[in-house]
């Protein structure tokens, strides 16, 4: 196995009158990768020949408007999303802890929908063509999911199930305690760095051949279809080796479905992903119907 390394969740921290305050390297991957998204951005709409009749849906300056209501909809549905989808029972009895983004709790599908709706209404007022916008945000955000799932194991969270594997990871903490060993070290499937690979690396790759060599961006909800069906497929295929949230298991349901038929079942994220994946396949026969 693979000893986690000794690595602080926090960049570096500093006090001032007696309270602290620190940098930590979640939050520094929110803030890069909302910098390099918009640099991608930049990069497709200042090229005019990626784009139906030669014409990018918006301006780039006109991106940026758009980034700050993204950024409002990744932190309200990131948020609002965990509370509802993962905790929603704590909450209501903590209904003040919502707001603490800060003590750790977002949820990419939350976040998702948050930006979906964002946009919605930025296309809508801005008459900016929705499919075409859409596939701006899809070819941008892959970055920032590779940063995220790379912050999500620095520290030291949403590890995998127990695994004899020699590239197993044994995290500290609460993963080692969980696995039911009297002695000796747990090793961890590191379902965080398989995320950063699919859902970010891989699938940022695939986008940007598509857009840039493929001349995807031509046909309208193409990148925006792909994004869905690779990051959909790629979350269900991680979610058999991630470890499933301690609310949905029970000595009943020790794997943690959410939708659970005696023994075979769902977990969250797949019951959050799997329809994100059937969307994206309509988004793809739709662009080829169309075009």
Excluded at 25 to 35: D, F, N, P
Excluded at 263 to 272: A, N, R, S, V
Aim: proline share 6%.
């Amino acid at each position: 196995m693979i000893i986690f390394p000794d690595i602080s969740p926090e960049i570096f921290s500093i006090s001032v009158f007696g309270l602290s305050f620190s940098v930590r390297w979640y939050a520094l991957s929110y803030i890069v990768g909302i910098l390099l998204a918009w640099r991608m951005a930049l990069v497709a709409l200042r090229r005019s020949e990626l784009w139906p009749k030669n014409l990018a849906p918006m301006a780039a300056r006109d991106f940026e408007d758009l980034l700050t209501w993204m950024i409002l909809g990744i932190l309200l549905g990131g948020r609002l999303g965990y509370v509802l989808f993962y905790q929603p029972a704590y909450y209501v009895a903590h209904p003040f802890e919502i707001v603490m983004i800060w003590t750790g709790g977002m949820a990419f599908h939350g976040g998702l929908l948050g930006v979906v709706i964002a946009a919605f209404f930025y296309f809508r007022r801005n008459l900016v063509p929705y499919a075409s916008g859409a596939d701006v945000i899809a070819l941008s955000t892959p970055m920032g999911l590779l940063l995220g799932r790379l912050a999500n194991f620095i520290n030291a969270e949403l590890w995998g199930r127990p695994t004899d594997l020699p590239w197993g990871v044994a995290f500290p903490g609460q993963a080692a305690q969980a696995c039911g060993q009297a002695a000796g070290l747990c090793a961890r499937h590191p379902s965080q760095l398989y995320e950063a690979a699919l859902e970010g690396l891989l699938l940022g790759l695939v986008l940007a051949a598509m857009a840039f060599r493929y001349d995807a961006l031509k046909r309208p909800g193409l990148i925006t279809g792909a994004f869905f069906t690779i990051y959909g497929l790629s979350r269900c295929l991680v979610e058999l080796v991630r470890q499933p949230d301690a609310q949905f298991q029970s000595p009943e349901n020790p794997l943690g479905y959410a939708l659970n038929f005696d023994g075979f079942g769902l977990t969250m994220g797949q019951l959050l992903s799997l329809p994100m994946a059937l969307l994206g396949m309509a988004l793809i026969l739709r662009a080829f119907r169309k075009s």
